[in-house]
């Protein structure tokens, strides 16, 4: 089928790249000149395992091309997939201006039937506004009084990959979910799926549009609630990775997204959270729990500082060292993520921060001043007096700490992610401290 994906980011590129190579002819469009002229000389902006191959080899086959025009890029399309971000509004709202623009320039480059398909995360109703955005904007001369000469339809398709294995997630989904108001809109994207022969879940746009906000919603309240329970345990020193391996062995209740951290970031959770609970709100219903769900993740990243200023007594003037800088592993997206948070407050009691991640460094610089970035995990531990673990990259898993130990000031570890729960640092000579554990 002939797609154009407007929007070529985290999720418009994967979404373009993967519906290549499954045999779709693919067009990703993005106003943004510098992405679209590096993504035609076949170099991706961003770090995703696995895309640059898939990149390469379907500009090659000739199934995938770019552009800067909708015009250009979506008229010979029969579906067209909006993936632009949806960021946060100062009072929480989803801003769907991005997404209006798109609605309003698809309608004004319209000469044929299309299948608009929402795959950015956006509130409820949404698909009704951007149909009437559609309905608007259709030029003249496809109109007759109030009626439309060309048809189009509406659909929802949200995207659950998540960023650091998303070509994987997007070949292997664990569902498809559409939602759709005619059977013309069904077919095609049941069409566009069906080599990856997933479960999909058809249903109305409204619906569509919820599951994916509960489905974050639901992910980051079990986060908040494992956070919770280990700051219990810290009181009690009990140790909440055996209460968490304790409850994940239900099949009820599951193994993942109960790791104690440093809070849940990145470019989801805390703003579709926050925009469920506004939808909410404007709908009539109050929230309370995702409103305790949002309070518990920034009492997380509080509680982290705290230990850290508690143990290290006086910050300012040390040498604190980040292990790791993007929300999780895998990405270089450094949108919301705890480290700059961190940073910030280090450097405001005056502590000197130095920093280390395999691919976030250059989104980090654009977003904090002074931090010295090294070249290694060894080079961050030269004369620090203590290291912070915030992201669990692979390199990080067997470092050799007894020459980290000999590297640093004072052989401090503050473990954000429980990473080396089971190495036994304070052996070594390490003091070590991790998210709640009882005191080694
Ligand atoms: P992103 O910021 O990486 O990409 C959005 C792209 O849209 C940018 O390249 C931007 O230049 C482009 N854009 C903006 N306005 C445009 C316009 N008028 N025409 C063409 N291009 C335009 O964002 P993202 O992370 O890919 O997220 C996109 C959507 O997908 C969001 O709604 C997000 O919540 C949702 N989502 C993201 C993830 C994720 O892991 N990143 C996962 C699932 C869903």
Known sequence: MEIAIVGSGYVGLVTGVCLAEIGHDVTCIDVDKTKINKLKKGLVPIYEPGLDKLLVKNI????????????????????????VGTPSKKNGDADLTYVENVAREIAESMTDYKLVIEKSTVPAETGKKVAQTIRKYIPKKYRQGNKLLLDFDVASNPEFLREGSAVEDFMNPDRVVIGVESKRAEKLLREIYKPL????????????????HASNSFLATKISFINAISQICTILEADVLKVAEGMGYDRRIGRQFLNAGIGYGGSCFPKDVDAFIRLSEKSGYK??????????????KDAF???????????????IGLLGLAFKPNTDDMRNAPSIDLIRALQKEGAQIKAYDPEAVENTRKMVEGVTFSKDPYALAKGC??????????????????KIRDLMNHPVIFDGRNLYHDKKLDKIGFEYYGIGRPAV
């Open 305 to 319: 500082l705290k230990l850290i200023e508690d143990k290290m007594w006086i910050v300012k003037n040390k040498t």
């Open 197 to 212: 022969k997933p479960k999909m879940v058809v249903t109305n746009i409204n619906s569509a549009e919820l599951i994916k």
């Open 287 to 300: 929230f309370h729990l995702l409103e305790q769900v949002r309070e518990i993740n920034e009492q997380q």
């Open 385 to 402: 007096d203590c290291l912070l673990l915030v992201t669990e990259w692979e390199e990080f898993h067997d470092l050799n700490f007894e």
């Open 60 to 83: 090659n086959n000739k199934r995938l091309k770019f552009s800067y025009s909708i015009k250009d890029g979506a008229q010979k399309a029969t579906a067209i997939f909006i993936a």
